[in-house]
């Protein structure tokens, strides 16, 4: 227990707590029946196709209270403390910065058997359990589907973000992290998927060069374009013609003494010579991450890339592949009402939680890192995971508003559910470096994962110096960013780097070209 934890936020006991199954809430339980006990609430069933579980208490909260909750999966450049709105959702958890200057937090344990959401009224707080079958109630055949563990804490005597990272370290007691700071290259950001063996090793000698002298090594992650059928989808068994030998390939980047990692997608697939059945409905490239064969699948892609040498593996679009959406689009839910899997006894998180844990089996000692993945799911199951969504080596404004308030909102997950990846640092040429910099000073800062992609030939010898000097600070692994004025600002400009403060300029003078021009 932390010493700044000073009692429960909750009330021992929740006041109400609903049923609902596909055709709406329960009056009579019929066959179901559910416990709550100290903080653990279970729920069983024989036919009954449920569909949600609401878990109310009611207490007065003052009205000049500001809360902050977390994402579905990754966050989009929008996470923010609010004040009162009964009617958003807050998944996994939220804080609460109560006018007494304490911090009161809500939360699940990583890893429940549902997708779990609070919200906050002035009369109380409610938790809503999704423990669907995609988007169809899950039939439990009689067994007790242990749903989550429910915590609670109020913080005393120290700050809302440092209250934060005590409450994630409470919310995950079993976390893995890498056994060094990862840090290093990913070639997405200025070759997009146009790539070949002999620019990926021309990667791995110019990061050999950035990172000279540095004992840990870095990474050279070939991000997506290795694979047979371009950078979209699989068969992940093979490279294309322009990566004709995998495991080759891996031994020639350790040969410049970094570290090779792949990226790869598991769940879509071109295979005409695949069973009907192994895909969702309707969705002829997409598998059914319910059915056993394709967990099989999964797991032999695994164990390739870990026999062909690679030492990390990014998973990606996990979610979007499962869910059939991003979290900008879970309004509130991440299934869409009716979407069908193949297992009707498992809920939609178990369904996950089956999938991360066979990944992690298959890896071995090689590191996971997930994008787009539910990390709340996935902790304890995964080294490393992407926190935001995409910067970019073309756009800054994408890339400060994604970049920066991933590392703001995000932080409490860093060290405590796995190490975070706020991603990758472009160096195209496209974006003016005074920008750039001071995004890689903050993440190189923030003790997470640090990348670049750097296009050869682009920085001039005074920017190579810089990113020298700050891929030597990631190699350290330091956490020591922390933002000053994130409970006024979505991408807090005013942080303590290093023990000072520090300014940053993230807009840009003349107002820069959004994202919503044509």
């Known amino acids: 227990m932390s010493k700044f934890s000073v009692g429960s936020y909750l009330p021992d006991k929740p006041d109400v707590i609903t049923v609902y199954s596909e055709n709406g809430k329960l009056s009579q339980l019929q066959d179901v029946a559910f416990a709550y006990d100290n903080g653990k609430l279970e729920i069983s069933a024989e036919n009954t196709p449920l569909s949600f579980l609401r878990v109310r208490w009611n207490f007065p909260i003052d009205s000049k209270t500001l809360f902050c909750g977390d994402a579905w999966e990754r966050t989009y450049g929008d996470s923010q403390w609010r004040s009162f709105d009964p009617g958003r959702m807050m998944p996994w958890y939220f804080w609460a910065s109560l006018p007494d200057g304490r911090t009161g937090c809500c939360g699940v344990q990583v890893r429940p058997s549902c997708f779990a959401a609070w919200t906050a009224d002035p009369a109380g707080i409610t938790l809503w359990c999704d423990i669907r079958c995609g988007g169809k109630g899950v039939i439990l055949n009689g067994r007790t589907l242990a749903v989550a563990q429910i915590e609670s804490a109020v913080y005393d005597g120290c700050s809302a973000y440092a209250a934060a990272r005590e409450f994630c370290v409470q919310l995950c007691p079993d976390p893995i992290f890498p056994s060094t700071p990862v840090y290093g290259s990913n070639n997405w950001y200025y070759a997009y998927g146009k790539i070949s063996e002999e620019s990926v090793l021309e990667d791995c000698r110019y990061l050999a060069e950035l990172t000279t002298g540095l004992s840990c090594r870095p990474f050279m992650v070939i991000d997506a374009g290795w694979q047979k059928l371009g950078n979209i989808w699989g068969p992940w068994d093979i490279g294309n013609n322009k990566f004709p030998d995998m495991p080759h390939m891996a031994e020639k980047m350790k040969s410049f003494g970094v570290r090779p990692g792949i990226w790869y997608r598991p769940l879509y697939i071109n295979d005409p010579s695949l069973k009907k059945e192994l895909f969702l409905k309707d969705m002829p ?233 044509p």
């Open 285 to 517: 490239y997409t598998l059914d991450p319910s059915h056993p064969e394709v967990t099989e699948m999964v797991a032999r892609d695994i164990s390739r890339f870990r026999e062909w040498g690679f030492e990390l593996i990014k998973h990606d679009f996990m979610t979007f592949d499962a869910t059939g959406r991003f979290a900008f689009d879970m309004h509130p839910w991440p299934c869409e009402n009716g979407r069908e899997f193949f297992d009707k006894n498992r809920t939609t998180a178990e369904i996950l939680l089956d999938l991360f844990r066979t990944i992690r089996d298959a890896a071995g000692p090689v590191l996971v890192m997930g994008c787009n993945t539910v990390g709340h799911l996935a902790a304890g199951l995964q080294e490393l995971s992407r926190a935001g969504d995409d910067t970019s080596g073309q756009r800054w404004d994408r890339t400060y508003k994604m970049g920066v308030n991933t590392v703001a909102f995000r932080a409490c997950q860093h060290r405590t559910f796995f190490d975070t990846d706020s991603d990758c640092v472009g160096i195209t040429g496209m974006i003016p470096w005074k920008y750039n910099r001071q995004w890689a000073e903050l993440a190189a800062a923030s003790g997470s994962a640090f990348f670049v992609s750097p296009k050869p030939g682009v920085m001039s010898a005074a920017e190579e110096d810089e990113v020298k000097q700050l891929l030597a600070i990631a190699s350290r692994g330091e956490i020591a960013a922390e933002p000053l004025d994130w409970m006024d600002n979505l991408r807090p400009e005013r942080w303590i780097i290093h023990g000072r403060e520090r300014q940053f300029q993230w807009d840009e003078t003349d107002g820069g070209e959004p994202d919503f021009l």
